[in-house]
Antibody, heavy 122, light 108 residues
Framework: QVQLVESGGGLVKPGGSLRLSCAAS????????MTWIRQAPGKGLEWVSY?????????WYADSVKDRFTISRDNAKNSLYLQMNSLTAEDTAVYFCARGGNSQYLAYFDYWGQGTLVTVSS | EIVMTQSPATLSVSPGERATLSCRASQSVSSNLAWFQQKPGQAPRLLIYGASTRATGVPARFSGSGSGTEFTLTISSLQSEDFAVYYCQQYSNWPPLTFGGGTQVEIK
């Protein structure tokens, strides 16, 4: 069965960095686009970043994280990553990884991890 | 950016009754719309994609309709496990991929 397990969240000071990981299993990871979506406490869902399948050569970011966050994937390790730099309190959220489609046009998400909490506070 | 607006923010429904949730896009998204269900402390669950196609394992009491800018999620007979927050998401014109603000379905 498809499983996505995030890790790497925690408490970080403003201006700090954190790297999130998402371990995938139960499907051919390299065939699928993957995404990060976050949810601030008590708020709705906010898309963060999306990476294409295979080599991950195409990447998209929300304006709110562009130039601060970097998404990447390692197909040999069936893993998705999110490097987060210059963190601010507004980045405090649960971060979910989710599976997209096998095409750019199928940008909806059929499997989600349980999420990892990132708290940015001094 | 396409803005997704959901209404109402909160819907109070008795078990066994029908629930109708709305999602409006600020410009046409064709049928490139998905619906998710989220329960407290859990990840969202895909219910509907392509505006009207149920995802694997989703009960038939969930149905989606609409195209262009107006969409509806209908739960034909609410079960206790259906009380949750529901989000719509467009994937027509992106980035950014955008979600609605959510509709909380609560027990009346």
């Amino acid at each position: 069965q498809v499983q996505l397990v995030e890790s790497g969240g925690g408490l970080v000071k403003p201006g700090g960095s954190l790297r999130l990981s998402c371990a995938a299993s139960g499907f051919t990871f390299s065939d699928y686009y993957m995404t990060w979506i976050r949810q601030a406490p008590g708020k709705g869902l906010e898309w963060v970043s999306y990476i294409s399948s295979s080599s991950g050569s195409t990447i998209w970011y929300a304006d709110s994280v562009k130039d601060r966050f970097t998404i990447s994937r390692d197909n040999a390790k069936n893993s998705l990553y999110l490097q987060m730099n210059s963190l601010t309190a507004e980045d405090t959220a649960v971060y979910f990884c989710a599976r997209g489609g096998n095409s750019q046009y199928l940008a909806y998400f059929d499997y989600w991890g349980q999420g990892t909490l990132v708290t940015v506070s001094s | 950016e396409i803005v997704m607006t959901q209404s109402p923010a909160t819907l109070s429904v008795s078990p066994g009754e029908r629930a109708t949730l709305s999602c409006r896009a600020s410009q046409s998204v064709s049928s490139n719309l998905a619906w998710f269900q989220q329960k407290p402390g859990q990840a969202p669950r895909l219910l509907i994609y392509g505006a009207s196609t149920r995802a694997t394992g989703v009960p038939a009491r969930f149905s989606g309709s609409g195209s262009g800018t107006e969409f509806t999620l209908t739960i034909s007979s609410l079960q206790s496990e259906d009380f949750a927050v529901y989000y719509c998401q467009q994937y027509s014109n992106w980035p950014p991929l955008t979600f609605g603000g959510g509709t909380q379905v609560e027990i009346k």
